[in-house]
């Protein structure tokens, strides 16, 4: 995976500083790490957002702040519950020869083969958390789904990862089932019903 740089300029914290960051188009975030004390950052909205478009969520950055460079992830970040922008973000320091935790994108192949049987497939995971050297983190991990049939399952363990990269996840947890469109209704209304109750 190739490093990509990213500069971020150090930040005040506070709800003002925040607001008038983002008024000259920066996000609030912070950078912390092992061994190293957090540092509040701003980095442009625009930069960060074509970088993850192009690259993945997981691409490891050159951040550079004030002259200094520092490879980090991007690790978390938060939106707003209405608009869905992005109002925050965590970088992690890493270091080349230690693994770290990554959430990696699913990308399903084979779904279209699966709907022209009149079939549904029901999804309960779209990514799979994994731990790897910072290099070896995958951009997405392909799932085949083609030759599933009605009532197929695919779980964690039955996801295939490049070499260097191990499963996070709990092994017997369901990525995603094959139903027929009526039993995916009934399960619809369930889940509804049971929220409903729960209220």
């Given at each position: 995976?190739?490093?990509?740089?990213?500069?971020?300029?150090?930040?005040?914290?506070?709800?003002?500083?925040?607001?008038?960051?983002?008024?000259?188009?920066?996000?609030?975030?912070i950078l912390y790490g092992k061994g190293m004390e957090s540092i509040p950052l701003a980095v442009e909205t625009?930069?960060?957002?074509?970088?993850?478009?192009?690259?993945?969520?997981?691409?490891?950055?050159?951040?550079?702040?004030?002259?200094?460079?520092?490879?980090?992830?991007?690790?978390?970040?938060?939106?707003?519950?209405?608009?869905?922008?992005?109002?925050?973000?965590?970088?992690?320091?890493?270091?080349?020869?230690?693994?770290?935790?990554?959430?990696?994108?699913?990308?399903?192949?084979?779904?279209?083969?699966?709907?022209?049987?009149?079939?549904?497939?029901?999804?309960?995971?779209?990514?799979?958390?994994?731990?790897?050297?910072?290099?070896?983190?995958?951009?997405?991990?392909?799932?085949?789904?083609?030759?599933?049939?009605?009532?197929?399952?695919?779980?964690?363990?039955?996801?295939?990862?490049?070499?260097?990269?191990?499963?996070?996840?709990?092994?017997?947890?369901?990525?995603?089932?094959?139903?027929?469109?009526?039993?995916?209704?009934?399960?619809?209304?369930?889940?509804?019903?049971?929220?409903?109750?729960?209220?």
């Open positions: 995976m190739q490093n990509v740089e990213l500069e971020a300029v150090l930040r005040t914290p506070g709800k003002n500083a925040a607001r008038k960051l983002k008024e000259k188009g920066y996000i609030p975030a625009g930069k960060l957002r074509t970088i993850v478009q192009k690259h993945g969520r997981n691409v490891l950055l050159n951040l550079i702040v004030n002259g200094a460079t520092h490879q980090a992830i991007l690790k978390d970040e938060q939106k707003d519950e209405l608009t869905g922008k992005l109002i925050h973000i965590d970088f992690q320091r890493v270091s080349m020869n230690e693994k770290v935790e990554a959430a990696v994108p699913l990308k399903f192949e084979g779904v279209g083969v699966i709907e022209s049987k009149g079939l549904l497939v029901q999804h309960q995971k779209w990514e799979l958390n994994v731990e790897a050297l910072p290099t070896d983190i995958p951009e997405e991990i392909v799932v085949d789904v083609s030759n599933l049939d009605i009532g197929d399952t695919i779980l964690v363990k039955d996801v295939v990862v490049p070499e260097g990269v191990e499963k996070v996840d709990d092994s017997d947890e369901v990525i995603l089932t094959v139903v027929a469109p009526k039993n995916a209704d009934v399960a619809a209304e369930e889940s509804t019903e049971a929220a409903s109750e729960g209220e």
